[in-house]
């Protein structure tokens, strides 16, 4: 959880990263320009390393969903204390609506069969509310927005209320305990569903590189609404860029990236 947490942190500091405009997908990112200024990050002959937990952050570019985008890299970790300390890489997408907020799994990742409403109002500061069905809820790590649609319309939906702590029925509706206090009142009849958390589209995939060379690749393409994967676009990306997480469970290490390629088709 702490880890999903720290990840999710990263992913909202791109909305202010000042990464404003967008422009053609990259075909290479092989120098340390090619990413966003950190002094962790360096690169010597097309080969970049990388000092401590890192994240790599290319330049935004508009997506097209017709077309494929294969996202490709090799890489290994320089300075393991052991055979079972290898540095974790999580390599994808970041991607953003037509406002430029960055769409998550929260917006996006639908819990088919949670549209339900809010039965009784909740005030400010409340850490239970009471809904009218909770039997599909996915109880703990879920997340409860406001303003849903059956038809998805709504998707991405950045109305936001709270994490769910846990579900249960109760004298016939269904409580439902909030991770954290309402931030504001919540009214009966509030039509709301649950989401999945997830920070990135690791399209590429989630490997942990050791001493040796290894690879990852993946390919993304069309839209989804409702679905967060990272084969397809969310419903409202227009925007993305290229994300890679380094060293993520051991800050000590180093890792090496080389042959960095995004091909679109």
Same mark, same amino acid.
């Given at each position: 959880?702490?880890?999903?947490?720290?990840?999710?942190?990263?992913?909202?500091?791109?909305?202010?990263?000042?990464?404003?405009?967008?422009?053609?997908?990259?075909?290479?990112?092989?120098?340390?320009?090619?990413?966003?200024?950190?002094?962790?990050?360096?690169?010597?002959?097309?080969?970049?390393?990388?000092?401590?937990?890192?994240?790599?952050?290319?330049?935004?570019?508009?997506?097209?969903?017709?077309?494929?985008?294969?996202?490709?890299?090799?890489?290994?970790?320089?300075?393991?204390?052991?055979?079972?300390? +290898?540095?974790?890489?999580?390599?994808? &997408?970041?991607?953003?609506?037509? $406002?430029?907020? /960055?769409?998550?799994?929260?917006?996006?990742?639908? !819990?088919? +069969?949670?549209?339900?409403?809010?039965?009784?109002?909740?005030?400010?500061?409340?850490? =239970?509310? #009471?809904?009218?069905? %909770?039997?599909? &809820?996915?109880?703990?790590? %879920?997340?409860? =927005?406001?303003?849903?649609?059956?038809?998805?319309?709504?998707?991405?939906?950045?109305?936001?209320?709270?994490? =769910?702590?846990?579900?249960?029925? $109760?004298?016939?509706?269904?409580?439902?305990?909030?991770?954290?206090?309402?931030?504001?009142?919540?009214?009966?009849?509030?039509?709301?569903?649950?989401? /999945?958390?997830?920070?990135?589209?690791?399209?590429?995939?989630?490997?942990?590189?050791?001493?040796?060379?290894?690879?990852?690749?993946?390919?993304?393409? +069309?839209? #989804?609404? +409702?679905?967060?994967?990272?084969?397809?676009?969310?419903?409202?990306?227009?925007?993305?860029?290229?994300?890679?997480?380094?060293?993520?469970?051991?800050?000590?290490?180093?890792?090496?990236?080389?042959?960095?390629?995004?091909? !679109?088709?």
């Amino acid at each position: 959880m702490k880890k999903q947490m720290t990840i999710l942190m990263g992913a909202a500091l791109l909305t202010v990263s000042g990464m404003l405009g967008a422009q053609e997908p990259p075909a290479t990112l092989n120098t340390a320009a090619d990413w966003n200024k950190n002094a962790n990050i360096s690169d010597v002959d097309g080969v970049i390393n990388v000092k401590k937990m890192t994240q790599l952050s290319s330049k935004r570019f508009n997506i097209d969903p017709a077309k494929k985008y294969t996202l490709k890299l090799s890489a290994r970790a320089v300075n393991m204390e052991n055979e079972k300390a +290898g540095s974790l890489i999580y390599a994808g &997408f970041a991607v953003f609506d037509q $406002k430029g907020r /960055m769409i998550s799994a929260i917006n996006s990742a639908v !819990v088919a +069969g949670t549209l339900t409403e809010v039965v009784e109002d909740a005030a400010k500061g409340a850490t =239970v509310i #009471k809904i009218k069905d %909770g039997s599909k &809820f996915a109880k703990k790590y %879920g997340v409860i =927005v406001a303003d849903a649609k059956a038809d998805l319309s709504d998707l991405p939906n950045f109305n936001f209320i709270a994490g =769910v702590k846990d579900i249960a029925a $109760k004298d016939g509706v269904w409580e439902v305990a909030l991770e954290k206090p309402l931030v504001r009142d919540l009214k009966a009849g509030t039509v709301i569903r649950e989401h /999945m958390r997830g920070g990135y589209l690791y399209t590429a995939g989630i490997k942990s590189a050791g001493k040796d060379w290894i690879t990852l690749s993946g390919t993304i393409t +069309g839209m #989804k609404k +409702g679905s967060w994967n990272g084969r397809v676009w969310p419903a409202g990306a227009v925007k993305a860029q290229i994300i890679i997480l380094s060293n993520w469970t051991n800050k000590k290490l180093e890792t090496q990236f080389k042959d960095i390629s995004l091909t !679109v088709e």
